[in-house]
């Protein structure tokens, strides 16, 4: 049951469509939900630990070695296949939101954009804008609708670009 300061915020479909998501989606490059729990004005997720801390934090201080954005970016596109084989469009992929666990290696986190493919219009395509505005391929910017699978991708590549070369594209100077 969720609590009624979550049903006043108007963010009860919000919160079970993450929660529906992050149990659709258990993959050993995301960040696994354990367990749900609820008190009268308060939701609690009980996940995963990353003693690594997020990926932006590495990527703060500078450009990665290849060899270890090659690791990352083989375990990024694993996952972020893994989900939209489960219908899950991640919307918000950045740094901030891969984290590391204790042994390096990569997990994606924060679903709270997500969509699944019900969520698509009849045309096929997504129509809520959602995202970090560097990482967002630019259809996602228009009202035209894009595919949101897609635009993972293009969130992803924008990720590779800023693991090797340390920091964000098309940012004016």
Same mark, same amino acid.
């Given at each position: 049951m969720l609590g009624p300061h979550v049903i006043k915020a108007g963010q009860v479909d919000h919160v079970k469509r993450e929660i529906s998501i992050m149990r659709l989606v258990k993959h050993p490059n995301v960040i696994e939900l354990f367990e749900v729990m609820a008190t009268k004005s308060k939701i609690y997720f009980v996940m995963e630990y990353a003693k690594g801390g997020e990926l932006f934090k590495k990527v703060a201080k500078g450009k990665l070695k290849e060899d270890v954005v090659h690791k990352?970016?083989?375990?990024?596109?694993?996952?972020v296949d893994f989900c939209?084989?489960?219908g899950?469009?991640?919307r918000d992929i %950045?740094?901030?939101?891969? /984290? /590391?666990?204790?042994?390096?290696?990569?997990k994606i986190?924060?679903?709270?954009?997500s969509a699944l493919a019900e969520? %698509?219009?009849?045309?096929? /395509? /997504?129509?809520?804008?959602s995202g970090t505005l560097a990482y967002v391929a630019p259809e996602v910017i228009k009202t035209k609708g894009y595919d949101g699978a897609k635009a993972d991708?293009?969130?992803c590549g924008v990720v590779l670009f800023v693991l090797l070369v340390g920091y964000i594209p098309f940012a004016r100077s």
């Amino acid at each position: 049951m969720l609590g009624p300061h979550v049903i006043k915020a108007g963010q009860v479909d919000h919160v079970k469509r993450e929660i529906s998501i992050m149990r659709l989606v258990k993959h050993p490059n995301v960040i696994e939900l354990f367990e749900v729990m609820a008190t009268k004005s308060k939701i609690y997720f009980v996940m995963e630990y990353a003693k690594g801390g997020e990926l932006f934090k590495k990527v703060a201080k500078g450009k990665l070695k290849e060899d270890v954005v090659h690791k990352y970016f083989r375990q990024l596109v694993n996952a972020v296949d893994f989900c939209h084989s489960r219908g899950v469009c991640q919307r918000d992929i %950045k740094p901030e939101n891969i /984290l /590391l666990d204790e042994n390096d290696n990569l997990k994606i986190s924060d679903f709270g954009l997500s969509a699944l493919a019900e969520s %698509k219009h009849r045309d096929g /395509l /997504l129509h809520t804008a959602s995202g970090t505005l560097a990482y967002v391929a630019p259809e996602v910017i228009k009202t035209k609708g894009y595919d949101g699978a897609k635009a993972d991708i293009w969130s992803c590549g924008v990720v590779l670009f800023v693991l090797l070369v340390g920091y964000i594209p098309f940012a004016r100077s």
